[in-house]
Structure formats: C-alpha cells, structure tokens
C-alpha cells in the first residue's frame, strides 16, 4: 500500500493511493492514522487535486554516511569499517515539490539519492532478526549537501541540517519486504538528465546492520527516518534546476532549487 500525507481544502489528511497511472491516482482518505490499526473511509480524491505534503513529520531523521563504495571513493574518503550516523533535524524535512533554498552560507550544494526506512513502532535494542517488524514501509529521500561546508566544518549540522535539506516522499510504500527493498534500482536526476544510478544492494552495511546500530544507542518513534546512504555520482545543484530521486517499487520525489529568500 502507499501511504501519502496531503493537503485539502485546508485540511491535512493520510490516504492510499490507488491506481496505475499517474493521471488517474486518487486517494482513498485514511481514517486516523497509518501507525496503529485504520480503516479506509471510502471518499476518494483524485491525487492531482491536492498537495503532497512531508509523507511523515519524524521526530528524527538518522542518516548514515559513505554506506556506497563508490561514493566513499568519489569523495576522496575511505569506506568505513562500522556504520556511522548523524542526524537531520525535523525543520529540514521537505515533501514532493517542496522548494530547495540554496543557502547564502554555501557555494556547492549537492543531490544525494537515498532509500530511507520509515519507522512504524516505537523501538530500541532492536535484534536483527525483529528489524522487520519495526519497519512501517520506504519511500525516497534526498540528501541535500552543502559540500563545501561539509569539508570545512568537523560535525555536518550546517552541512546537512538546514532547512529543505531532506526533500522526502512522495509516498511511504509499505507493500515492501526487507528483501526486496534491498535490492532496487535508485537514480537520480537533474533537469532530465541523469547523474546518479545505482543498486540498494550496494549498501556497505545492509538496513538490517543500520536499525540494529541505531537501536543500540536511542530508541526511535513512529514516523522517524533512517536515511541508508547514497551511490555514487552525487554532484552539484545550481538555482532554478529540478532533481527528481527515482526508486524502483516506490515512485518520483521531484524538487526545485530556488534562491533562499
């Protein structure tokens, strides 16, 4: 099922989506929330008359770094032995056609595509073997990078924490199982053409290793985002382009950059 957040009317709801092509989806309003147990109401909306919001509003966003070889190696950085994290701030967090706003502190900002993980139940300590029981679905992020700051600075919350800089969505696909999603083709491009391609079992340390990593230290809420890492290819981004993160099973997270006012 993929599970969408919008806007209509002025009011802010969750629905299924239903349909097979794009001009003819609409949403099947969810009565409560996608977290414990719902019923689908039945009033449907066509999808093109509302607005996609965020798909969730985490309480956190874990994001783990050089998870891809190559793009490890792209940067000039060693692939690490052991996952390591850092995090993005709700405020960052964007949804399908949300603006980018191209920082004033910064002349390199760049894309990275990502598969993130959305969280369904609160959890800690969690065994690898129950990291799927844990798992509400996925759906597509991209890690917006002011790359500059990042080789400058030694911690990465300007770099990577400033608001717009986590464009998710469009929606959370929860027909997923950790298997499939652990291998699927994830691209990116921008203005049409393609910068970045790749394989989500490409990952260094697999969705498994990453939750039961994070679990180890916190423990996470319903709607918090583990962001997996992004393959290589990732590059700058300049006012006015559009980037659109494409993940096989899951669908289009389409964003524009535009000078922060």
């Not at 990502?114 to 890690?143: Q, S, Y």
């Not at 300007?158 to 298997?179: N, Y």
Request: proline share 7%; glycine share 10%.
């Amino acid at each position: 099922m993929r599970i969408a957040r919008f806007s209509i009317d002025g009011n802010v709801a969750f629905g299924a989506v239903e349909g097979d092509r794009p001009d003819e989806l609409v949403l099947d309003i969810i009565k409560g929330i996608p977290f414990a147990e719902f019923e689908l109401s039945g009033t449907k909306v066509p999808l093109s008359k509302v607005r996609l919001l965020p798909p969730v509003l985490p309480n956190k966003v874990v994001a783990f770094g050089r998870n891809y070889a190559e793009h490890a190696r792209e940067l000039g950085n060693e692939v690490p032995d052991a996952p390591f994290a850092f995090f993005k701030p709700s405020t960052a967090v964007i949804g399908p056609g949300g603006e980018i706003q191209y920082p004033s502190f910064t002349e390199d900002l760049h894309h990275e595509a990502e598969l993130a993980v959305v969280i369904g139940r609160m959890c800690r300590e969690v065994p690898r073997e129950r990291v799927k029981d844990v798992i509400f679905g996925f759906t597509c992020a991209n890690d917006i990078t002011a790359r500059d700051v990042q080789k400058r600075e030694k911690q990465w919350a300007r770099a990577k924490g400033f608001d717009s800089s986590c464009p998710l969505g469009p929606w959370v696909e929860t027909g997923l199982d950790l298997q499939a999603a652990s291998d699927l083709t994830i691209q990116l491009t921008v203005n049409g053409e393609q910068r970045q391609l790749g394989r989500t079992s490409e990952m260094i340390h697999r969705i498994e290793d990453l939750i039961v990593n994070i679990t180890e230290a916190m423990t996470l809420l319903p709607g918090d985002v583990i962001l997996t890492g992004t393959p290589a290819g990732v590059g700058p981004l300049n006012v006015g382009d559009e980037v659109a993160v494409t993940i096989e099973g899951i669908g289009t997270l389409t964003n524009k950059v535009v000078k922060r006012g």
